[in-house]
């Protein structure tokens, strides 16, 4: 009897997320049998589940390695790569960071830890209806889509989570260890974009703040 691993190979969705309905479709046939392949595929450690309904082959059935940021765009639809992570990958803060951290749609914060896949924070943020992917782009990396924020709407995320107030340029630079000319470099056209983005008044001064600072010196 053909293996559902064999089954997602021949349909080519080995290097994808799938979902339930997919491998459904894929079985044919009663529920029972579709549940019998998967059990058996769960069991041989060929298929990890990420959360009821989503699954992933093993790395050995992959043609790459599947991509945190893109397993976190899944667990949560509509969710987007920022804070330290999305810094950490433009390479605007030296640190590697070991947990992937999203911002999410909603108001209830999660975390998911798994210790084949990784671990994943959720946050949610106030943000203005309509400017939730403001500043975000699409990335591809080994075959596979993510969303991840541009640096400076990373940054400002971050000053949002941790409700910081406004201290001077020498805060970022030497307590996010962000470049100083890597801070200068963000435009006064994304600054005034991001001033539309938040709904609360403490991140729209340090926006301000900042376009002050880099511009008017």
């Known amino acids: ?25 894929l079985v044919g046939g009663s529920e029972g049998r579709l549940y019998g392949l998967l059990n058996r595929a769960l069991s041989n450690g060929e298929l990890l589940r990420l959360q009821r309904g989503l ?65 994943f924070s959720f946050h949610p943020l106030a943000i203005n209806k309509g400017c939730f992917l403001e500043l975000v782009n699409r990335h591809h990396v080994d075959g596979q889509t993510m969303l991840i924020a541009k640096p400076c709407r990373a940054l400002m995320d971050l000053i949002c989570l941790r409700k910081i107030d406004w201290q001077g340029m020498g805060w970022q630079s030497e307590g996010l260890r962000i470049d100083s000319d890597l801070l200068r470099s963000i435009t006064k056209k994304d600054l005034k974009i991001l001033m539309h983005v938040y709904k609360h008044q403490r991140i729209k001064s340090f926006i301000r703040s900042m376009i002050e600072e880099i511009y008017f010196d």
């Open 55 to 119: 699954y992933i082959l093993a790395d050995r059935f992959r043609r790459n390695q599947a991509h945190p940021f893109s397993l976190a765009n899944a667990l949560i639809p509509g969710s987007y790569i920022s804070f330290e992570t999305a810094l950490s990958f433009h390479n605007w803060i030296p640190e590697h960071v070991l947990t992937t951290a999203c911002v999410v749609p909603g108001r209830k914060s999660q975390k998911y830890v798994n210790e084949k896949i990784g671990n």
């Open 1 to 25: 009897m053909q293996t559902l691993t064999n089954m997602i190979i021949e349909h080519g969705l080995r290097d994808r997320i799938i979902r339930i309905s997919q491998l459904s479709s």
